[in-house]
């Protein structure tokens, strides 16, 4: 069965402590990881696509990896301002749906 | 800007009431997407429509009901047939090969 995994479920960093979130992925067939950041009470804003294993994108503080099994979201000297919940989605084979993990709660203490 | 706009924000929905959420999009993105999101829960995907007039169920389908007469507009029809609607529903669109853009959401509660 496809699935995804997103570790920790929480994490709490001081400011300018960096860190990395995982999502694990068994899939058959990848045709892309997203990551997806979601604030409360709004909708994920997207991130980064990722398609091949080996593949990185970087914007500002944030820099995504990937592996064939696994996806790293590593947060450089992280700010209070990035707080949020960082999903990570699959589409695999079938390209009308992706499966989605279930996210990983960043809290950026100052 | 180009973007996604639902409405409401918030609605409240009586008991055996039917209730419709606002999904537009001005980005000309062919497909369009209704997900709900519970606490502990992946999203979910209820329905999807990759051109006009034509939609699929996605994985919760039941109780819902959506349309698509025109490529800008796809809403999304609570039934009283959906037993526990209490939920924050998202609608999401998107070119083919690139990530989906969500819109801000609509919580929806049952009062």
């Known amino acids: 069965e496809d699935q995804v995994t997103q570790s920790p479920e929480a994490l709490r960093l001081q400011e300018g402590e960096s860190s990395s979130l995982n999502c694990s992925y068994t899939?058959?067939?990848?045709?892309?990881l997203f990551w997806y950041r979601q604030d409360p009470g709004k909708g994920p804003e997207f991130l980064f696509t990722l398609y091949s294993a080996g593949e990185e994108k970087e914007k500002e503080r944030l820099k995504a990896t990937l592996t064939k099994k696994e996806s790293f979201l590593h947060i450089t000297a992280p700010k209070p301002e990035d707080s949020a919940t960082y999903l990570c989605a699959v589409n695999a084979g079938n390209n009308r749906k992706l499966i989605w993990g279930l996210g990983t709660s960043l809290a950026v203490n100052p | 800007d180009g973007g996604i706009t639902q409405s409401p924000k918030y609605l409240f929905r009586k008991e055996g009431q039917n209730v419709t959420l606002s999904c537009e999009q001005n980005l000309n993105h062919d497909a369009m997407y209704w997900y709900r999101q519970d606490p502990g829960q992946g999203l979910r995907l209820i329905y999807y429509?990759?051109?006009?007039?034509?939609?699929q169920k996605g994985d919760i389908a039941e109780g819902y009901s959506v349309s698509r007469e025109k490529k800008e507009s796809f809403p999304l029809t609570v039934t009283s047939a959906q037993k526990n609607p209490t939920a924050f529903y998202l609608c999401?669109?998107?070119?083919?090969?690139?990530?989906?853009?969500f819109g801000s959401g609509t919580r929806l509660t049952v009062v």
């Open positions: 429509s990759q051109i006009v007039n034509d939609f």
């Open positions: 899939v058959s067939g990848l045709r892309g």
């Open positions: 999401a669109s998107r070119l083919a090969g690139d990530g989906y853009t």
